[in-house]
Structure formats: structure tokens, C-alpha cells
């Protein structure tokens, strides 16, 4: 049932704008929360759709820049009204914790919700292609952390239906309760090397504050196994270092692409647990607890140019 619609006018000074409105879908776990943004002009075809997926503690609002103006995702509403997109922000449901989160395939996750998250996003594509005609062929998911963990299991169980993934600060569950890929799914994966929250060498997930979060693969061994199923080699077949921008501090970014940009990773040297960006930039004190937030690209642009192209096979 739909509660709202505002006009937001685009962020960063920009004269573009999104419709955003809330929702609310029936599910059996009880009604699901979700915001999408459409672009003002009318819709002339089918659309391309993008699910974006918040991390533990996060939101749909959060995403959409209405809890926090400088979340890097917030950027998906100026791609949505320039590039003719479809944009959801679904909400988690709250875990053991209190935290919103998802159900991502972590056996060992114990503070995670038990819902049915799989299902969910499958309802939501279903309904935008239904009523906001969304392109079946072209619909892509990107997460955040807890998000991004659930991106990679949505990369599994509904790899069929989608065209291209992208994952930041999110590495494969170690104990996990899904199979692997075997759906040659392009990916593009984000990580820092220094991350306080998700290891880039793997193990324990969380910090002081966060127990009962689980345990990850590294980030070569979740690069391993999402090359397997699209029989990629080891060997990359392009590496670059991006330009270093004054803002990104320390930090530094080594682009690596497998085959013709069916697996691309963005490795940032030094960098936390936080989107890299170059218009929305996180405060000190996100940067005291998550560690230096890279500025060399604008990550949800970097996403859209890897998945405007792909159809799902």
C-alpha cells in the first residue's frame, strides 16, 4: 500500500530529480517496507531496474539520503532520473540484534533475521515489472556489506533472473548455508584492505560493539569462487591504478578486470568499511569507526557503467 510520494530534487546542486515513494508489500513474515525512485520524465520503453540493498544497522532511508545526506548510495537518484532508471531501496527486517539486516547465508550469523529474503526480491521484481515496467532482462542488484552479503546469495538463488551484481565492504559467508555459483553472473566487488568490519583476509565479522555477526571468506577466495562459474582464469586480463585524488588520503585504488568486464574488482589499499566516493563524503567520526572512506571514483556511477550494458542470460 503506498503511504507517499514526494518529489526530491536531485542532491549536489544538480537540477535533475526523482519521484521517490514508499511502499509496503504483504509477506508472509509481515509487510515489508520499501522506497523507489522513478525518473520524472515518462517512461518511453522498458526500464532498467536496480535493487539496492542496505547494510546491518541500515535503511532504505538511509540509502536514499533521508537519514543521512552524505550516503554515497543517495547518488542512484541522479543516475535514476539520467539514465531512466528503476531504483529500490528494500528495508531489512530487524534481527535478534534490533538491527535491520538480511538473511544472507551465514550459518554463523546469529543476530541475523530469519526472514525470507530471497523471496522478497523476487516479489519486488515481479511487481515492478508488472506495474512500472521494469525490463526483466536488465535487472541488477548491488549491496552494502550485510547487504552485499545478501547480493551474493541473491547471486545464487536468483542468479537466473538477474543480469549483473556489485558488492562493497561484503565477502563470501565461510560457513555458509547456500551453495556455491554456478550461474555465470558478472559481478563487480569493492573491498579495502584495512576494513574494520568485514576482514579483507577473512574471518570475524564485526567489532566490539557487534557480536554474533559471523565469519567470511577473504577476498581472493571470494574472487576464486564467483570466477569459477563464468570460467574465468586466475590470471587477470587488465590491472590499473586509478588516479589518486587529493581527498582519498592514504588510500588507493588497483582496478582488476577478468575477461571482457564479466569480473571486475576494485582492491582499495587502505581503505575501510565504506563506499568510495567522490561527491558524498562521510563525516570524522564515521571515518574514527569504519576506517578512510577512498575518494579516486563515485562508486554507484562505477556501478551503473558495469551494469548498463549486461542482459541476463
Not at 549536489?12 to 535533475?16: D, H, L, N, P, T
Not at 551484481?165 to 555458509?176: E, M, V
Given at each position: 500500500m503506498i503511504k507517499l510520494a514526494i518529489l526530491l530534487t536531485a542532491l549536489?546542486?544538480?537540477?535533475?530529480a526523482a519521484?521517490?515513494?514508499?511502499?509496503?508489500?504483504?509477506?508472509?513474515?509481515?509487510?515489508?517496507?520499501?522506497?523507489?525512485?522513478?525518473?520524472?520524465?515518462?517512461?518511453?520503453?522498458?526500464?532498467?531496474?536496480?535493487?539496492?540493498?542496505?547494510?546491518?544497522?541500515?535503511?532504505?532511508?538511509?540509502?536514499?539520503?533521508?537519514?543521512?545526506?552524505?550516503?554515497?548510495?543517495?547518488?542512484?537518484?541522479?543516475?535514476?532520473?539520467?539514465?531512466?532508471?528503476?531504483?529500490?531501496?528494500?528495508?531489512?527486517?530487524?534481527?535478534?540484534?534490533?538491527?535491520?539486516?538480511?538473511n544472507d547465508?551465514?550459518?554463523?550469523?546469529?543476530?541475523?533475521?530469519?526472514?525470507?529474503d530471497v523471496s522478497l526480491i523476487g516479489a519486488l521484481i515481479d511487481k515492478a515489472v508488472a506495474e512500472n515496467n521494469a525490463d526483466p532482462d536488465r535487472v541488477y542488484v548491488i549491496g552494502m556489506s550485510n547487504g552485499g552479503i545478501m547480493t551474493f546469495r541473491l547471486g545464487v538463488e536468483l542468479a537466473p533472473r538477474l543480469a549483473a551484481?556489485?558488492?562493497?565492504?561484503?565477502?563470501?559467508?565461510?560457513?555458509?548455508l547456500c551453495p556455491a555459483p554456478?550461474?555465470?553472473?558478472?559481478?563487480?566487488?569493492?573491498?579495502?584492505?584495512?576494513?574494520?568490519?568485514?576482514?579483507?583476509?577473512?574471518?570475524?565479522?564485526?567489532?566490539?560493539?557487534?557480536?554474533?555477526?559471523?565469519?567470511?571468506?577473504?577476498?581472493?577466495?571470494?574472487?576464486?569462487?564467483?570466477?569459477?562459474?563464468?570460467?574465468?582464469?586466475?590470471?587477470?586480463?587488465k590491472e590499473e591504478d586509478l588516479p589518486h585524488q587529493r581527498e582519498s588520503g592514504d588510500t588507493s585504488v588497483r582496478h582488476v578486470v577478468w575477461g571482457q568486464d564479466q569480473l571486475e574488482f576494485y582492491k582499495v589499499e587502505r581503505g575501510g568499511h565504506s563506499e568510495p566516493s567522490i561527491h558524498h563524503r562521510m563525516g570524522w567520526i564515521a571515518g574514527a569507526l569504519l576506517g578512510a572512506q577512498n575518494a579516486d571514483f563515485e562508486l554507484a556511477e562505477e556501478a551503473w557503467r558495469f551494469f548498463r550494458d549486461k542482459r541476463r542470460q
Open positions: 549536489c546542486g544538480a537540477a535533475q519521484t521517490i515513494t514508499s511502499a509496503e508489500m504483504p509477506r508472509p513474515e509481515g509487510p515489508r517496507h520499501y522506497l523507489m525512485a522513478t525518473p520524472v520524465q515518462a517512461a518511453t520503453g522498458k526500464r532498467p531496474l536496480v535493487i539496492v540493498l542496505h547494510g546491518h544497522t541500515g535503511s532504505a532511508n538511509l540509502v536514499f539520503g533521508k537519514e543521512r545526506l552524505n550516503d554515497p548510495m543517495q547518488q542512484w537518484l541522479e543516475i535514476a532520473d539520467r539514465e531512466q532508471l528503476l531504483v529500490i531501496a528494500p528495508d531489512g527486517m530487524k534481527g535478534s540484534d534490533g538491527k535491520r539486516g538480511w547465508c551465514r550459518s554463523d550469523a546469529s543476530t541475523n533475521p530469519k526472514s525470507d551484481i556489485a558488492t562493497i565492504a561484503a565477502l563470501a559467508p565461510a560457513r555458509s554456478t550461474h555465470p553472473l558478472p559481478l563487480l566487488m569493492v573491498h579495502g584492505t584495512a576494513d574494520k568490519i568485514v576482514p579483507y583476509a577473512g574471518g570475524e565479522v564485526g567489532h566490539i560493539m557487534l557480536k554474533g555477526r559471523g565469519t567470511t571468506l577473504g577476498a581472493e577466495q571470494t574472487l576464486a569462487l564467483w570466477r569459477k562459474p563464468l570460467h574465468l582464469p586466475d590470471a587477470a586480463t
